[in-house]
């Protein structure tokens, strides 16, 4: 009898309530669980986690999380070479191509390279470069005295004052962010300081030994950090007192008495 009456109550109400508001009582519509896309509009209309598909129509990678994985890089339009000069501003890689004058950069974000203005000397044996500021330091090596800066956003190349003698094989670039710092190279023990607000040289204290092929300035702290080169020897330089230290050798020499790299 109870369920008689509900019945009842349920096709009187169908019959009183106006037509117009059975619209609400539509059901929603109906998606499938899964949706084949097939076009680079498709990838980037949606939301990725950890992938990207820009690099190529119709494909998915991973992005990488500053680790390393199998990827095949663009190469540049020139072959690295021995002593080619390398250095990065942080967010692009550039590259002076030894023997050449040709200066590139490679753009990460592209996976390419990018041909710029072309260095105004020809690079050999020591060339080294350095980035500061806005700029990018470089030496030639190759028994020249040249020095250069490139600026970065005008892509532009000036001549500064030339070093106080030749820079040879294994000489090196490095700076503390207000000076920059040559060695020359060559089995010398020549080691010296570049002002750029002045655009002079200064002759500092000279290494504990000479320095070769292999041999690299950084700066830490206060001081600069200089590998020898071709054997294990390590040194510290002090800034401040413009004094130089031995340190604890390297765990190998950089290249063995057969003139083959080693790994350290």
Do not use: C
């Not at 004094?243 to 057969?258: G, K, Q, R, V, Y």
Request: a neutral charge.
């Amino acid at each position: 009898m109870r369920i008689r009456k509900l019945l009842n109550l349920l096709l009187l109400s169908l019959i009183i309530l106006p037509w117009q508001y059975l619209i609400y009582f539509r059901p929603g519509p109906v998606e499938a669980l899964t949706h084949s896309i097939t076009s680079k509009v498709d990838f980037n209309g949606g939301n990725s986690i950890n992938t990207e598909s820009i690099s190529k129509e119709g494909e998915v990678k991973l992005k990488t999380n500053v680790t390393w994985n199998a990827r095949v890089f663009k190469t540049p339009k020139m072959g690295l070479s021995n002593q080619t000069g390398i250095v990065s501003d942080g967010n692009y890689i550039y590259a002076l191509f030894n023997s050449d004058r040709y200066f590139s950069r490679y753009l990460p974000d592209e996976d390419r390279w990018q041909e710029l203005a072309k260095a105004p000397h020809t690079s050999y044996g020591g060339t080294d470069l350095v980035f500061s500021g806005n700029y990018i330091y470089a030496i030639y090596g190759g028994y020249q005295k040249e020095f250069s800066r490139y600026t970065i956003n005008t892509n532009t190349w000036e001549d500064l004052a030339s070093a106080p003698d030749l820079f040879l094989d294994g000489s090196a670039l490095g700076t503390d962010g207000t000076y920059v710092y040559a060695s020359r190279g060559g089995w010398t023990t020549d080691f010296w300081r570049y002002d750029p607000s002045s655009d002079a040289w200064t002759i500092m204290a000279n290494s504990p030994a000479g320095l070769q092929q292999g041999s690299d300035i950084l700066y830490s702290d206060g001081a600069l950090y200089v590998p020898r080169g071709y054997y294990n020897n390590f040194y510290k330089y002090d800034i401040a007192s413009n004094t130089w230290s031995s340190l604890a050798n390297i765990p190998a020499d950089f290249i063995n008495t057969n003139n083959e790299k080693r790994k350290i």
